[in-house]
């Protein structure tokens, strides 16, 4: 079956303008997550999603991040008045449940470059 | 504080030997989850084995084995019979149940595998 797939994959932008990560989850799973992983770093929590309960947004590094679920599916990351220091790769991944020993699915990740 | 340490940024292996990657965790917690991740140079993260804190035996998957040391609070990913292939960034992440469904990662070790 289909993965777990994000848009675009590579995104360069000027510094202080906006930009949108789309993410599109594995049909049927309901946690949807999103990390940036720096160059030669490990990955950054930044939110969660799980069903109708409210985001757990505990990781979002500042307030021009935020991200929404539409419909319990298709997730959008957003950054407002990007920054250098925004460069990374953004990656979102799905799972069905949430138990200890469930696995999350990683898309492909957004490289996203800020001039 | 650093929750997952992965203390060798990179690791060589002869092909067709085998290769233990380090990783070691901090936490109080008596129920939490190890995950070893494996990402290759196209970016996606790979699920590749899971540990459960409770679990008694050692998790196995074909080539891919964990060394659970509970007491040690370590949990080494061994590559048996190492492949070309396996050439890539590992990732060990811990979950813990009361942090809700947060994932922490090690900032990883990069295999190279040398034909």
């Known amino acids: 079956g289909a993965g777990v797939s994000q848009s675009p994959s590579n995104k360069v932008t000027e510094k202080g303008k906006d930009v949108e990560l789309r993410c599109d989850p594995i049909s049927g799973h309901t946690a949807l997550y999103w990390y940036r992983q720096s160059l030669g770093q490990g990955l950054e929590f930044l939110i969660y999603f799980q069903g109708n309960s409210a985001p757990d947004k505990s990781g979002l590094p500042s307030d021009r991040f935020s991200a929404e679920r539409t419909g319990g599916s298709v997730s959008t990351l957003t950054i407002q008045r990007t920054q250098q220091e925004d460069s990374a790769v953004y990656l979102c991944?799905?799972?069905?449940?949430?138990?200890?020993?469930?696995?999350?699915?990683f898309g492909p990740g957004t490289r996203l470059l800020v001039l | 504080a650093q929750k997952i340490t992965q203390t060798q940024p990179g690791m060589f292996v002869q092909e067709k030997e085998a290769v233990t990657l380090d990783c070691t965790y901090d936490?109080?917690?008596?129920?939490?989850?190890l995950f070893w991740y494996k990402q290759p140079s196209s970016g996606e993260m790979i699920f590749l084995i899971y540990q459960g804190s409770y679990d008694q035996q050692n998790a196995t998957e074909g080539r891919y084995s964990l060394n659970f040391q509970k007491a040690r609070k370590s949990a080494n990913l061994v590559i048996s019979a190492s492949q070309l292939g396996d050439s890539a960034m590992y990732f060990c992440?811990?979950?813990?149940?009361?942090?809700?469904?947060?994932?922490?990662f090690g900032t990883g070790t990069s295999l190279t595998v040398i034909p």
């Open positions: 991944a799905s799972s069905t449940r949430l138990a200890l020993q469930e696995t999350q699915y």
């Open positions: 992440a811990m979950r813990k149940t009361n942090t809700g469904n947060q994932f922490y």
């Open positions: 936490t109080s917690d008596p129920s939490y989850g």
